[in-house]
């Protein structure tokens, strides 16, 4: 594959590990929809990650509780 429209990520603490795998690999899908379980162990970890997103050009497009999405214009 050379281009992912959309990532839903819900894996169990283990989020963040993937999303940062995927930012440092410079993998950008076009949505991506994270279920970010590991809030409840380790906020600071998952807002540290919610930044690098947004500072890759990643928007909030919609949030509840831990469950965010973001866009990345391609």
């Known amino acids: ?9 819900d894996i169990e ?3 963040c590990d993937v ?8 993998i950008y ?3 991506l929809s994270v279920d970010f379980d590991l ?4 906020r600071e970890r998952c807002i ?3 930044e690098k997103l947004l500072s890759n050009d990643y928007k909030i497009i919609k949030y509840e509780g831990h469950d965010f999405s973001f866009f990345k214009e391609n």
């Not at 999303?19 to 410079?26: F, G, T, V």
């Open 29 to 31: 899908p076009t949505y």
């Open 39 to 42: 809030f409840n162990h380790d």
């Open 13 to 15: 603490n283990m989020e």
């Open 48 to 50: 540290k990650i919610i």
């Open 1 to 9: 594959h050379e281009h992912i429209d959309l990532l839903k990520i």
């Open 19 to 26: 999303l940062e795998k995927m930012l440092n690999d410079k």
